[in-house]
């Protein structure tokens, strides 16, 4: 199967808890969308938050590393001169 925009897409079942479901039906139905947009939105969202979240960690391991901090300091401090490599 191929979506509109000509990529492939599968057809997938889940389990959603009742109460969710039905508030995603009250979204769906005042953005007069489709539940596969909402719940496609939503997934690459998800992936996005997951994603950024990955690299703040690693962000906070950067900033807690000391020997990474100094080689920064060292490779930071050249007062902006140009060089010709």
Known sequence: MVNTYGKPIEKVTFNIPIELKEQVIALKNELKVSLSTIYNEAIANYIKQKELEKWQRGV??????????????????????????
């Open 60 to 85: 906070n391991m950067a900033l807690n590393d000391k020997e990474y901090i100094a080689l920064t300091k060292e490779l930071g401090s050249d007062n902006g001169d140009i060089y010709e490599y």
